[in-house]
């Protein structure tokens, strides 16, 4: 075994040179980083540094949990997590799907430019766009919304409009993007495939439900596993670009708890053990899902 391994190694030694610097990277920045995590045991004081700190613990973490935020914060990055899971998920599916069937080769290129373009499109222009969109007096929904005949909306002060606005705006800016990769799996498809359905007599639309989206399939369960072990990690930034006081209710989530807690009031400890939390249930989201794939479709990650 030994010596097959090292013979593996003298074989393969110039891609393993070309991984180096990726390995390096994440040895770096990923995994040396991560004693850091002891923070959340303990009561860090900067002076003291974090080894030097007192023991505090699970203390950290009752505290969250016993605090008056910890339902509403986990409520909501769930159900913005799975809004944007049930909604966005299948759109740059459905998009790849339909712009396969476009025939003209221009018309596609420039339908798929244009659907590219949001994803280059910074966080913070986003939300500037999204504020300036919806503003009461002279922003554009508003404006026709007046001009339809009913009364402005304040969307960015109504905790009922904020998921809304926060998952349509992030399919919007993400579909296109997202269906590169199924793009990618749709013209890996064997072209006999077709040849024979269409001697079968199958439409386009049958083309469609039984050999293109069961040939992508492997590829949509391995983004699901994917997406789901992240379920947690709500885009925190635009949610700190767009919410304010009046939209906590429905739009603080647990990223934002913790910056508040730990850039804001510096309590460092305190934000790390909320974050080591939400880490943790991705984590276990992330096994837990890849385990069913593997049982009902043989299809995962590992």
Do not use: C
């Amino acid at each position: 075994m030994f010596y097959q391994a090292i013979k593996a190694l003298n074989r393969d030694k110039f891609l393993l040179v070309l991984t180096m610097p990726v390995l390096i990277y994440f040895v770096i920045f990923h995994y040396v980083p991560m004693y850091g995590i002891i923070i959340a045991f303990k009561q860090f004081r900067p002076l003291d540094g974090i080894l030097g700190s007192s023991w505090a613990g699970v203390q950290n973490f009752q505290l969250f949990f016993d605090s008056i935020y910890f339902w509403r914060l986990l409520k909501n990055t769930l159900l913005i997590s799975i809004y944007s899971l049930f909604w966005g998920f299948p759109a740059p599916i459905i998009f790849a799907l339909l712009l396969n069937e476009l025939k003209n080769r221009y018309f596609k290129r420039m339908v798929q430019t244009i659907s590219y373009l949001p994803h280059f499109i910074s966080i913070v222009v986003i939300a500037g766009m999204i504020v300036t969109f919806t503003n009461p007096l002279d922003g554009i929904i508003n404006l026709a919304l007046v001009k339809l005949g009913f009364a402005p909306i304040g969307f960015l002060n109504d905790p009922d409009w904020f998921r809304t606005i926060f998952v349509s705006s992030g399919i919007w800016q993400t579909f296109g993007w997202g269906s590169i990769i199924y793009l990618a799996a749709i013209a890996g498809i064997n072209p006999q495939l077709y040849e024979a359905a269409e001697i079968d007599g199958a439409n386009r639309w049958k083309k469609v439900m039984h050999i293109t989206l069961p040939s992508i399939i492997p590829t949509i369960i391995i983004l699901l596993i994917l997406n789901v072990g992240n379920l947690m990690d709500v885009g925190f930034e635009k949610v700190l670009l767009l919410y304010n006081p009046a939209t906590y209710e429905t739009a603080d989530v647990i990223g934002t708890f913790v910056y508040r807690r730990g850039i804001l009031n510096s309590d460092f400890s305190f934000a790390a053990a909320v974050n080591l939390f939400n880490n943790v249930i991705n984590i276990i989201l992330l096994v837990s899902v890849n385990r069913i794939s593997r049982k009902v479709s043989e299809t995962s990650l590992w």
